[in-house]
């Protein structure tokens, strides 16, 4: 009979956010526990007096680690994953192991627990009733503006983790998108410094850029935006306008506001119909 793969949620920060039910699995259910992190693994087995053999899986050698752990699972081994913090597969390894033991026929048990997510959004004071986890924004700026526009499309809540490197260019990027939508940046969660900052994106960036206290694990809680209509032909509904008496720049800047994107988006994106365009004009 193969054995159970345990997908095990550990602390973020304080070491006292781990479950009853993961601690006991952890010491008496398992024979192998699959961690990100060896070293940052055994500081928590240590302290909570838990010894197992462990084995480093992590997004550089995931597939190469995924046939050995499933051999042991087959053997009738249980094996536990987990990530250097948080809850595994979210924005961690994972995902390739646990697909293969449910390909596999391996039973699969989520063993619940922290997550800075789930965190920064209950402490966040925004709305909760829809929200789109993200994890990390794309390091590249194009590919992150691009990430951002899409949000822009987005009328619930976002969550998103970030690099406290990239994090004053983020807010900037963040700023000129998504403009005033309210922000929670959540700050070494669970942590002795644990800081939530309120605002909008400039605003925060101020913040940190006056406090110098743009450091440590960071999430970022992007409040609800208007319902944009995101259906809208940009190349159609300019020229409608403009027949019916804009300027191409204003009906640009009435599309640009009615999609929820940027002016300049949206003139990229709409096809150049030629400088006259039939109907009345004005200015």
Same mark, same amino acid.
């Given at each position: ?128 009733? +829809? ?8 390091? $590249? =700026?194009? %590919?992150? /503006?691009?990430? *951002? ?93 403009? +027949? ?8 640009? $800047? =009435?599309? %640009?506001? /009615?999609?929820? *994107? ?22």
């Amino acid at each position: 009979m193969p054995g159970i793969l345990f997908v095990v949620a550990t602390p973020i920060g304080n070491l006292e956010d781990i479950t009853l039910r993961a601690l006991r699995v952890l010491r008496e259910e398992v024979h192998l526990i699959a961690c990100e992190d060896t070293r940052q693994t055994s500081k928590l087995l240590e302290h909570y007096g838990v010894h197992k053999p462990m084995v480093s899986y992590h997004e550089h050698n995931e597939a190469a680690r995924v046939p050995d752990i499933l051999e042991a699972l087959r053997r009738g081994e249980n094996v536990a994953l987990v990530s250097d913090a948080g809850t595994p597969l979210l924005s961690d390894p994972g995902y390739r192991i646990v697909t293969a033991a449910v390909e596999s026929g391996v039973s699969v048990v989520p063993i619940p627990g922290a997550s800075a997510a789930i965190a920064a959004l209950a402490g966040s004071g925004l709305p909760t009733d +829809e929200f789109w986890f993200i994890g990390f924004l794309p390091q $590249k =700026a194009a %590919a992150r /503006r691009n990430t *951002l526009i899409e949000i822009a499309r987005h009328a619930g809540t976002v969550i998103a983790y970030e690099s406290p490197h990239r994090i004053i260019e983020t807010l900037s990027d963040i700023a000129e998108i998504l403009k005033d939508r309210p922000i929670v940046l959540a700050r070494e969660l669970t942590k002795l410094y644990e800081e939530f900052i309120r605002g909008t994106a400039a605003e925060i960036r101020a913040h940190l850029i006056t406090n110098q206290s743009a450091r440590g694990e960071m999430t970022l809680v992007i409040g609800k935006g208007e319902q944009r209509e995101t259906d809208v032909d940009a190349d159609e509904e300019i020229a409608r306008l403009q +027949e019916a008496g804009m300027t191409r720049m204003d009906a640009i $800047k =009435a599309v %640009a506001k /009615r999609m929820g *994107l940027p002016k300049r988006e949206v003139y990229r994106r709409a096809e150049v119909r030629g400088s006259n365009p039939p109907g009345k004009h004005r200015g």
